[in-house]
Protein backbone atom coordinates (compact mmCIF):
# COMPACT_ATOMS: atom_id res chain seq x y z
CA UNK A 1 0.00 0.00 0.00
CA UNK A 2 1.39 3.58 -0.87
CA UNK A 3 2.05 6.32 1.61
CA UNK A 4 -1.01 8.40 2.16
CA UNK A 5 -0.34 12.22 2.45
CA UNK A 6 -1.78 14.70 4.99
CA UNK A 7 -4.38 15.68 3.11
CA UNK A 8 -5.96 11.82 1.88
CA UNK A 9 -5.65 10.77 5.49
CA UNK A 10 -7.57 13.84 6.71
CA UNK A 11 -10.04 12.93 3.63
CA UNK A 12 -10.48 9.52 5.29
CA UNK A 13 -10.91 10.39 8.74
CA UNK A 14 -13.92 13.92 7.91
CA UNK A 15 -15.56 10.86 5.28
CA UNK A 16 -15.21 7.89 8.76
CA UNK A 17 -16.96 10.81 10.89
CA UNK A 18 -19.43 11.61 8.91
CA UNK A 19 -19.95 8.16 8.69
CA UNK A 20 -20.25 7.44 12.26
CA UNK A 21 -23.20 10.41 13.07
CA UNK A 22 -25.05 8.79 10.21
CA UNK A 23 -24.90 5.88 11.67
CA UNK A 24 -25.65 6.87 14.82
CA UNK A 25 -28.34 8.63 13.63
CA UNK A 26 -29.72 5.89 11.67
CA UNK A 27 -29.38 2.97 14.94
CA UNK A 28 -31.18 5.66 17.25
CA UNK A 29 -33.40 6.39 14.94
CA UNK A 30 -36.71 8.29 16.55
CA UNK A 31 -40.24 7.10 15.67
CA UNK A 32 -42.63 9.81 14.79
CA UNK A 33 -44.51 11.14 17.50
CA UNK A 34 -47.83 10.61 15.55
CA UNK A 35 -47.05 7.42 14.37
CA UNK A 36 -46.07 6.12 17.57
CA UNK A 37 -48.86 7.76 19.21
CA UNK A 38 -51.26 6.90 16.77
CA UNK A 39 -51.03 4.23 14.24
CA UNK A 40 -48.61 2.02 16.38
CA UNK A 41 -50.68 1.88 18.78
CA UNK A 42 -53.66 0.81 16.67
CA UNK A 43 -50.70 -1.83 14.56
CA UNK A 44 -49.87 -3.35 17.79
CA UNK A 45 -53.71 -4.05 18.47
CA UNK A 46 -53.86 -5.49 14.98
CA UNK A 47 -50.53 -7.93 15.48
CA UNK A 48 -51.90 -9.38 18.47
CA UNK A 49 -54.71 -10.84 17.01
CA UNK A 50 -52.42 -12.71 14.25
CA UNK A 51 -52.75 -16.57 14.73
CA UNK A 52 -49.38 -17.99 15.85
CA UNK A 53 -49.41 -20.65 13.46
CA UNK A 54 -49.75 -17.85 10.38
CA UNK A 55 -46.53 -16.03 12.32
CA UNK A 56 -44.60 -19.33 12.12
CA UNK A 57 -45.98 -20.12 7.85
CA UNK A 58 -44.63 -16.41 7.03
CA UNK A 59 -41.35 -17.08 8.97
CA UNK A 60 -41.10 -20.36 7.13
CA UNK A 61 -42.25 -18.67 3.68
CA UNK A 62 -39.20 -16.47 3.99
CA UNK A 63 -36.88 -18.93 4.97
CA UNK A 64 -37.40 -21.07 1.98
CA UNK A 65 -37.37 -17.55 0.09
CA UNK A 66 -33.52 -17.05 0.98
CA UNK A 67 -32.75 -20.54 0.78
CA UNK A 68 -33.97 -20.66 -3.03
CA UNK A 69 -32.64 -17.28 -3.59
CA UNK A 70 -28.86 -17.94 -2.31
CA UNK A 71 -28.73 -21.50 -3.53
CA UNK A 72 -31.08 -20.77 -7.39
CA UNK A 73 -32.02 -17.25 -7.58
CA UNK A 74 -29.07 -15.38 -7.45
CA UNK A 75 -28.08 -16.29 -10.89
CA UNK A 76 -31.64 -14.35 -11.73
CA UNK A 77 -30.83 -11.69 -9.97
CA UNK A 78 -27.40 -11.14 -11.93
CA UNK A 79 -29.71 -11.02 -14.66
CA UNK A 80 -31.35 -7.84 -13.50
CA UNK A 81 -27.77 -5.98 -13.97
CA UNK A 82 -24.60 -5.97 -15.22
CA UNK A 83 -22.70 -7.51 -12.95
CA UNK A 84 -19.49 -7.59 -15.00
CA UNK A 85 -19.42 -4.22 -15.59
CA UNK A 86 -19.96 -2.94 -12.16
CA UNK A 87 -17.55 -4.94 -10.64
CA UNK A 88 -14.80 -3.17 -14.23
CA UNK A 89 -16.11 0.19 -12.27
CA UNK A 90 -15.37 -0.73 -9.10
CA UNK A 91 -11.95 -1.63 -10.13
CA UNK A 92 -11.48 1.50 -11.88
CA UNK A 93 -12.61 3.31 -8.83
CA UNK A 94 -10.40 1.41 -6.77
CA UNK A 95 -7.46 2.10 -9.56
CA UNK A 96 -8.10 5.92 -9.00
CA UNK A 97 -8.28 5.70 -5.66
CA UNK A 98 -5.04 4.14 -5.24
CA UNK A 99 -3.48 7.62 -6.90
CA UNK A 100 -5.49 9.88 -5.37
CA UNK A 101 -8.22 9.81 -2.40
CA UNK A 102 -10.05 13.26 -2.05
CA UNK A 103 -13.85 13.77 -1.59
CA UNK A 104 -14.82 13.93 -5.17
CA UNK A 105 -13.70 10.52 -6.29
CA UNK A 106 -15.09 8.92 -2.85
CA UNK A 107 -18.30 10.56 -3.33
CA UNK A 108 -18.40 9.36 -7.39
CA UNK A 109 -19.10 5.72 -5.68
CA UNK A 110 -21.57 7.42 -3.64
CA UNK A 111 -23.83 8.99 -6.75
CA UNK A 112 -23.35 5.75 -8.66
CA UNK A 113 -25.00 3.82 -5.54
CA UNK A 114 -27.72 5.59 -4.54
CA UNK A 115 -28.68 5.97 -8.29
CA UNK A 116 -28.89 2.39 -8.64
CA UNK A 117 -30.59 2.35 -5.36
CA UNK A 118 -33.65 4.86 -6.27
CA UNK A 119 -34.51 2.35 -9.23
CA UNK A 120 -34.72 -0.55 -6.76
CA UNK A 121 -37.25 1.65 -4.57
CA UNK A 122 -39.24 1.92 -7.61
CA UNK A 123 -39.36 -1.49 -8.38
CA UNK A 124 -40.07 -2.64 -4.86
CA UNK A 125 -42.72 0.38 -4.36
CA UNK A 126 -44.90 -1.20 -8.52
CA UNK A 127 -44.14 -4.80 -7.37
CA UNK A 128 -46.00 -3.89 -3.61
CA UNK A 129 -48.95 -1.64 -4.64
CA UNK A 130 -49.62 -4.16 -8.57
CA UNK A 131 -49.44 -7.14 -6.07
CA UNK A 132 -52.05 -5.68 -3.55
CA UNK A 133 -54.11 -4.15 -5.46
CA UNK A 134 -54.64 -7.69 -7.08
CA UNK A 135 -54.89 -8.95 -3.56
CA UNK A 136 -51.78 -11.01 -3.77
CA UNK A 137 -49.25 -10.74 -0.50
CA UNK A 138 -47.77 -14.22 0.37
CA UNK A 139 -46.39 -15.68 -2.71
CA UNK A 140 -44.63 -12.34 -3.53
CA UNK A 141 -42.03 -12.99 -0.98
CA UNK A 142 -39.64 -14.87 -2.57
CA UNK A 143 -39.46 -11.61 -5.40
CA UNK A 144 -39.64 -9.21 -2.47
CA UNK A 145 -36.28 -11.20 -0.90
CA UNK A 146 -35.11 -11.23 -4.81
CA UNK A 147 -35.78 -7.13 -4.51
CA UNK A 148 -33.80 -6.72 -0.86
CA UNK A 149 -30.76 -8.81 -2.19
CA UNK A 150 -30.62 -7.40 -5.74
CA UNK A 151 -30.79 -3.82 -4.00
CA UNK A 152 -27.57 -5.04 -1.50
CA UNK A 153 -25.67 -6.88 -4.25
CA UNK A 154 -25.28 -3.36 -6.34
CA UNK A 155 -24.53 -1.51 -3.41
CA UNK A 156 -21.74 -4.38 -2.48
CA UNK A 157 -20.60 -4.76 -5.71
CA UNK A 158 -20.10 -0.70 -6.23
CA UNK A 159 -18.26 -0.75 -3.03
CA UNK A 160 -15.87 -2.77 -4.55
CA UNK A 161 -17.14 -6.10 -2.68
CA UNK A 162 -18.08 -9.62 -3.44
CA UNK A 163 -20.96 -11.40 -1.56
CA UNK A 164 -20.51 -15.13 -2.91
CA UNK A 165 -19.06 -16.60 0.26
CA UNK A 166 -21.17 -17.48 3.17
CA UNK A 167 -19.78 -14.98 5.40
CA UNK A 168 -20.36 -12.60 3.10
CA UNK A 169 -24.32 -13.80 3.51
CA UNK A 170 -24.03 -13.14 6.97
CA UNK A 171 -22.58 -9.41 6.61
CA UNK A 172 -25.86 -8.93 4.13
CA UNK A 173 -28.70 -10.94 6.43
CA UNK A 174 -27.21 -8.98 10.17
CA UNK A 175 -27.43 -5.81 7.75
CA UNK A 176 -31.02 -7.06 7.08
CA UNK A 177 -31.72 -7.39 10.28
CA UNK A 178 -30.20 -4.61 11.42
CA UNK A 179 -32.70 -2.27 9.39
CA UNK A 180 -35.88 -4.09 10.14
CA UNK A 181 -35.56 -4.06 14.15
CA UNK A 182 -35.84 -1.52 16.73
CA UNK A 183 -32.88 0.63 18.42
CA UNK A 184 -31.82 -1.77 20.54
CA UNK A 185 -31.76 -4.53 18.01
CA UNK A 186 -30.53 -2.86 15.08
CA UNK A 187 -27.44 -1.94 17.18
CA UNK A 188 -27.02 -5.59 17.90
CA UNK A 189 -27.23 -6.97 14.67
CA UNK A 190 -25.35 -3.80 13.10
CA UNK A 191 -21.80 -4.55 15.42
CA UNK A 192 -22.67 -8.27 14.20
CA UNK A 193 -22.14 -6.48 10.91
CA UNK A 194 -19.35 -4.73 11.62
CA UNK A 195 -17.22 -7.99 13.40
CA UNK A 196 -17.76 -9.92 10.07
CA UNK A 197 -17.16 -7.11 7.72
CA UNK A 198 -13.74 -6.85 9.64
CA UNK A 199 -13.06 -10.74 9.84
CA UNK A 200 -13.62 -11.08 5.90
CA UNK A 201 -11.37 -7.61 5.26
CA UNK A 202 -8.51 -8.88 7.82
CA UNK A 203 -8.32 -12.44 6.23
CA UNK A 204 -9.79 -13.87 9.86
CA UNK A 205 -12.01 -16.92 8.29
CA UNK A 206 -14.60 -17.26 11.08
CA UNK A 207 -17.17 -19.86 10.45
CA UNK A 208 -20.93 -18.13 10.22
CA UNK A 209 -24.12 -20.38 10.63
CA UNK A 210 -25.85 -19.36 7.68
CA UNK A 211 -28.96 -21.90 8.45
CA UNK A 212 -29.02 -19.97 11.71
CA UNK A 213 -28.77 -16.61 10.14
CA UNK A 214 -31.32 -17.35 7.46
CA UNK A 215 -33.62 -18.47 10.21
CA UNK A 216 -33.14 -15.31 12.14
CA UNK A 217 -33.48 -12.94 9.41
CA UNK A 218 -36.88 -14.88 8.03
CA UNK A 219 -37.96 -14.12 11.72
CA UNK A 220 -37.20 -10.21 12.10
CA UNK A 221 -38.85 -9.97 8.48
CA UNK A 222 -41.84 -11.63 8.84
CA UNK A 223 -42.68 -10.12 12.23
CA UNK A 224 -41.69 -6.32 11.33
CA UNK A 225 -43.65 -6.68 8.21
CA UNK A 226 -46.46 -9.32 8.51
CA UNK A 227 -49.31 -6.74 9.16
CA UNK A 228 -48.17 -4.86 5.55
CA UNK A 229 -48.09 -7.78 3.73
CA UNK A 230 -51.48 -9.35 5.28
CA UNK A 231 -52.99 -5.62 4.22
CA UNK A 232 -51.38 -6.37 1.00
CA UNK A 233 -53.42 -9.16 0.62
CA UNK A 234 -56.88 -7.27 0.76
CA UNK A 235 -57.88 -6.27 -2.65
CA UNK A 236 -57.15 -1.99 -3.02
CA UNK A 237 -56.42 -1.74 0.35
CA UNK A 238 -53.35 -4.08 -0.37
CA UNK A 239 -51.59 -0.82 -1.79
CA UNK A 240 -50.16 -0.11 1.56
CA UNK A 241 -47.91 -2.85 1.30
CA UNK A 242 -46.23 -1.11 -1.86
CA UNK A 243 -45.62 1.92 0.53
CA UNK A 244 -44.00 -0.56 3.36
CA UNK A 245 -42.06 -2.56 0.80
CA UNK A 246 -40.55 1.27 -0.12
CA UNK A 247 -39.80 1.99 3.06
CA UNK A 248 -38.14 -1.13 4.11
CA UNK A 249 -35.57 -1.07 0.98
CA UNK A 250 -34.89 2.29 2.04
CA UNK A 251 -33.85 1.18 5.20
CA UNK A 252 -32.14 -1.13 3.60
CA UNK A 253 -30.22 0.45 1.14
CA UNK A 254 -29.38 3.34 3.52
CA UNK A 255 -27.30 0.51 6.01
CA UNK A 256 -26.04 -1.32 3.14
CA UNK A 257 -24.37 1.90 1.62
CA UNK A 258 -23.34 3.10 5.29
CA UNK A 259 -21.61 -0.62 6.12
CA UNK A 260 -20.17 -0.95 2.83
CA UNK A 261 -18.87 2.65 2.12
CA UNK A 262 -17.27 2.10 6.21
CA UNK A 263 -15.69 -1.28 4.61
CA UNK A 264 -14.15 0.62 2.12
CA UNK A 265 -12.65 3.56 4.40
CA UNK A 266 -10.97 1.07 6.31
CA UNK A 267 -9.08 -0.53 3.88
CA UNK A 268 -7.82 3.00 2.25
Do not use: W
Not at 17 to 39: F, G, Q, S, T, V
Amino acid sequence: MRYKGFNEERVILNQKKKLMKMEDKLLNKRENIYIKNKISKVKEKLEEKIPTKMMDTFQKAFEKGFYYVFEKGTMIIEKSYNSKKLKNEADINENILSKQINNKNLDRIDKTVKKGSLINKGITTAEGTVLGVLGIGLPDIPVFIGIILKTVYEICLNYGFDYDSEEEKGFILNIICASVNKTEERIIYSNEADKIGYSIDNGFHNKVNITKMIEITSRNLSENIILSKIIQGVPIIGVYGGISNYILIRDISEMACLKYKKRLLLKL
